[in-house]
């Protein structure tokens, strides 16, 4: 039996980062996990521009009310949720994720959680554990299942190692350059032929 185990952003949504900086003009929150390998390093620094322009996280939720899932997106969860067991395993938070996932009919998610003072400044995240998509496909290896796992980031990498099978799905060249190792596929019919192989 497989588990199918998948990033978020990137995948079925758009970058949430990548809008809220083109909302507000503000370059430096451009950056992702698919440019900075230390999520952590990541994470202080866009915390850090947040309260330098005192931005709140309804600010950035108000930009999350805006997006779509990407074309496509929504008929490849419900043809992987036929085939399959199926969980999104992601380093965004609920109180971004969740209008999102609505509109992907809610599939499993794991992820993380902020603290929000009484301002509604995000003071800090909260990781729902360290390391939390390998040990994610560890737990489900552990249950006796078979994993693939897909993503298109630098923070997907230990995902895809564990799993039994990983696969790039639309990763930037400095991911494929850094990690040959891996197949890379381009769009969702791409990727489900190469899934067919396995689930």
């Known amino acids: 039996m497989w588990v199918v185990c998948a990033d978020l952003e990137g995948v079925f949504v758009?970058?949430?980062?990548?809008?809220?900086?083109?909302?507000t003009g503000?370059?430096?929150?451009?950056l992702t996990t698919r440019d900075i390998k230390?999520?952590?390093?990541?994470?202080?620094?866009?915390?850090?521009?947040?309260?330098e322009y005192n931005l709140k996280l309804s600010d950035i939720q108000q930009v999350i009310a805006t997006l779509k899932p990407l074309d496509g997106a929504l008929d490849f969860v419900r043809w992987l949720r036929r085939r399959t067991r199926f969980v999104i395993v992601s380093d965004t938070f609920i109180e971004f994720a969740q209008p999102?996932?609505?509109?992907?009919?809610?599939p499993l998610l794991l992820c993380h959680s902020l603290e929000v003072d009484e301002t509604g400044r995000i003071t800090r995240y909260n990781l729902r554990q360290p390391d939390a998509k390998r040990k994610t496909i560890e737990a489900f290896r552990n249950l006796n299942y078979r994993t693939l796992a897909f993503g298109d980031s630098y923070n997907d990498i230990a995902m895809l190692q564990t799993a039994d099978v990983g696969v790039l799905f639309c990763p930037p060249d400095n991911v494929v350059i850094d990690y040959p190792e891996f197949p890379v596929?381009?769009?969702?019919?791409e990727l489900e032929d190469f899934m067919k192989n396995y689930v």
Do not use: H, S
């Open 14 to 23: 758009p970058e949430i980062w990548v809008n809220v900086a083109k909302k």
């Open 26 to 30: 503000i370059e430096k929150l451009k």
């Open 38 to 51: 230390d999520y952590d390093e990541l994470m202080r620094y866009r915390l850090q521009i947040l309260d």
């Open 100 to 106: 999102l996932m609505d509109q992907l009919e809610n």
């Open 185 to 189: 596929t381009r769009t969702i019919p």
